[in-house]
């Protein structure tokens, strides 16, 4: 792998200029005076990117030791890792407790973060990461943080939908940096997909002269992408919006599945092909179809993130074109949602009619993860308990959110499933038939001065290498290569297609100058100065790479 370090002569100047005696790190002490601590705040779905980056600049490509994580194993709250660069002791500390807007908040001037202070640790040996134990925190460290990361731009955290507005954010300097392409996908626990493949299936045997909704061959709990269920943008917005003018979903009855998209019929809003609902099938639904293979309950549950994180964004302006149009916001929340505090009171509004959807709002991904496998298995899984005592072993459906580089070996009772058809996998990214996709920005200059500053420089040009992201594509065992991409250059080829060696993510939400900006459609650049015509396959009115 190329190594993107810094070099001896120009650490030394970085030394000097700022009067630091450069020591060796004692993973023991790792906060021992000399050392250089890095503090940064945002994304924690870049966290395994970040921690990536600081090995490749530990002296030799050693690795880190990883001082400090939660206990329920996730990397949300707080992450510090340490090494020697140019034989100094350097720590990097990541604030990520209330997520992507973290790394907006971070970035207005005069603003500092509470962060975690490692007394002593006990590490073994390099090369790493290494995973220290008996670790002693002291009292927390006051610190200004000088890389500000979030997975969306910040004209999206303007609303209260996603946490914002973030008092002084238009006194950020400096424009926006794309840094990475981070794909998201709409996850089901396994049960519910299980059902899923089942109803389809059975539609199928229900009506063999219309066209089948999963490949002759399939079975229920089939792996292979040809067999991943499918749900429609239209159906997802349904399942997840508070409130619908018509058809919201809140009961697991109310979830038809119809033929293929019909290209004479068009969504008079997107311009996307209309599902056919052929005669005879309008009253089928997944409780019909599963006929006694269904549940009891039909609730819909959704395992979901707080507001301020930015998957959560992502999913807002990608799916419900909330946070882009304002009057796309009321529809978030309503009646017929009923938020999980965390109490398991909820479970007391599921009844037969199921009037309400129960929203799980979860900190961090890992948590959603805990959700949807805690609803699956109707017993506690990590920090998520599901049900109060007299319902223990009792079952749920439940659809949520997640990065798509999680639980590629399908390890986790949960699934990704494709979106209009089409599976989160990267090469569909590349080739512009996958929408639900936003890049990592760095929100203000990288901060610090001396060593510190050029440290995280070479940190954060490790993130934007290609050859680096290649290491971070999950081979999940369903649809193939999935995870982060490079973000698009000027001279990026539109027919060079998906290198795993050398992912790039062709289509920019950016403009000719200006960062990213979710709420416009992506294409590609043209010359870096200017945006040509080439738009996704999923653009209205656009049929691939067609001008």
């Known amino acids: 792998m190329k190594k993107i370090a810094l070099t001896g002569l120009a650490l030394g100047a970085a030394l000097i200029a700022g009067h630091v005696q450069a020591a060796a790190l004692n993973p023991a002490n790792p906060f021992a005076a000399g050392n250089t601590i890095i503090y940064a705040a945002g994304s924690s779905a870049a966290s395994p990117e970040f921690i990536r980056a600081l090995d490749n600049v530990c002296d030799g490509g050693a690795g880190s030791y990883f001082l400090y994580h939660p206990a329920n194993g996730t990397l949300s709250g707080s992450l510090v890792a340490a090494c020697n660069v140019a034989a100094n002791g350097t720590v990097f500390v990541k604030r990520e407790s209330g997520g992507s807007i973290t790394g907006l908040i971070g970035a207005v001037p005069g603003n500092t973060f509470s962060y975690p202070h490692v007394n002593s640790a006990t590490c073994g040996a390099l090369p790493g990461p290494v995973q ?143 599902p056919i609902n052929p005669a005879g099938a309008a009253g089928d639904n997944m409780i019909t179809l599963l006929g006694a293979a269904a549940p009891t309950n039909r609730t819909v549950h959704i395992c979901t993130r707080t507001a301020g994180s930015g998957t959560l964004a992502a999913f807002h302006a990608h799916i419900e074109n909330a946070g882009c149009n304002t009057a796309a916001e009321p529809i978030q929340t309503s009646a017929t949602q009923f938020i999980n505090n965390g109490s398991n009171a909820d479970f007391g509004i599921e009844n037969a009619a199921a009037s309400q959807k129960v929203v799980h709002s979860m900190s961090g991904s890992g948590d959603v993860e805990n959700c949807l496998e805690a609803l699956d298995a109707g017993a506690a899984v990590g920090t998520f308990t599901p049900y109060p005592a007299n319902l223990a072993g009792q079952k749920r459906w439940a659809i949520g959110i997640m990065g798509v580089e999680r639980n590629g070996g399908n390890t986790k009772n949960y699934r990704f499933i494709k979106i209009d058809g089409v599976s989160p996998a990267s090469h569909n990214v590349v080739e512009g038939r996958y929408r639900f996709w936003s890049e990592l920005q760095r929100n203000g200059p990288i901060g610090g001065a001396g060593l510190a500053n050029s440290i995280a420089t070479s940190i954060e040009a490790q993130m934007t290498s290609p050859t680096l992201l290649s290491t971070l594509q999950t081979n999940n065992v369903t649809f193939g290569h999935a995870g982060l991409l490079s973000v698009a250059q000027a001279t990026t080829n539109v027919n060079s297609g998906f290198n795993v060696a050398a992912p790039v993510n062709p289509y920019t939400h950016a403009g000719a100058a200006a960062g990213p900006d979710m709420c416009r459609f992506p294409t590609i650049k043209n010359n870096g100065t200017a945006l040509n015509t080439l738009m996704p396959v999923f653009y209205p009115g656009h049929d691939g790479y067609t001008q």
């Not at 950020?172 to 996908?185: A, C, E, K, R, Y």
């Not at 749900?231 to 599945?257: C, E, H, V, Y």
């Open 132 to 274: 220290c134990t008996g670790i002693v925190l002291g009292a927390n460290d006051t610190a200004t943080s000088i890389l500000n990361y979030s997975d969306v731009d910040s004209g999206l955290f303007k609303t209260a939908l996603n946490g914002g507005p973030v008092a002084g954010a238009e006194t950020i300097p400096g424009t926006p940096v794309p840094i990475f392409t981070q794909v998201f996908g709409i996850t089901v626990n396994k049960s519910l997909r299980d059902a899923m493949q089942q109803a389809m299936l059975a539609y199928g045997t229900k009506y063999p002269t219309l066209p089948a909704l999963l490949p002759a061959g399939c079975t229920v709990g089939d792996e292979h992408e040809a067999c991943m269920p499918s749900l429609t943008m239209s159906q997802i917005t349904s399942l997840f919006a508070g409130k619908l003018p018509t058809n919201p979903i809140t009961d697991w009855r109310q979830l038809r599945f119809t033929g293929p998209a019909d290209a004479t019929t068009k969504d008079a809003l997107t311009g996307a092909a209309l």
